[in-house]
């Protein structure tokens, strides 16, 4: 037996909003530069912290258990690094370069935008998205690295968008290098 056509044009238009969420982002190398961005600014306004006094239990004797953990290899750095930064990506939209091209800007006072408030809002919860499948995918490794040092002001994006996500290529137009001097194409508004 057929199925009803409404109940096929319904489930054809779920399918088909859930697939354009998940694919809207055009340019993922510029998209993810610009979670490194965040993710960078992140890093640079952490203040500086004591180590972690875990040493909370007391031995038979009155001696103080545990450990100290160093706050830069600890886990709750990683936490406040990673936490509400995909949130932080709704301040971002796309803004129009030239004819062919568009990149990622942060948006201060979204009153001053001059662009079609609606689409730059729809952009914004479109970075957000993709920043959320970004974070799933390489979280853990990401976690890891920083924890080791391995992620360090200035190589963000080389770390988070060429080696953990290969989103970006070494020769793609977007990519951010880190030391070598490259121009960051990623602007504030």
Known sequence: M????????????????????????????AACNAVAEELERGLLNEKPRNHLDMRHRLDPHGQRKGKVIDYRVSELRVVELLDGLCEKMQDYTLEKVDSSGHVWIKVNNWDNLTTNKQEARAHSK????????????S????????????????????????????????????YRAGSDGEENIDREL
């Open 126 to 137: 479109d970075i957000s998205t993709y920043c959320g499948r970004l974070l799933e995918e």
């Open 139 to 174: 979280e853990d490794e990401l976690a890891e690295l920083i924890k080791k040092g391995s992620v360090k002001v200035g190589d963000v994006s080389t770390v988070l968008c060429q080696d953990l996500s290969n989103h970006c290529s070494p020769t793609s137009g977007h």
């Open 2 to 29: 057929a199925e009803p056509p409404l109940r096929l044009i319904f489930v054809v238009a779920v399918l088909f909003s859930i697939l354009y969420t998940v694919f809207c982002i055009d340019d993922k190398c």
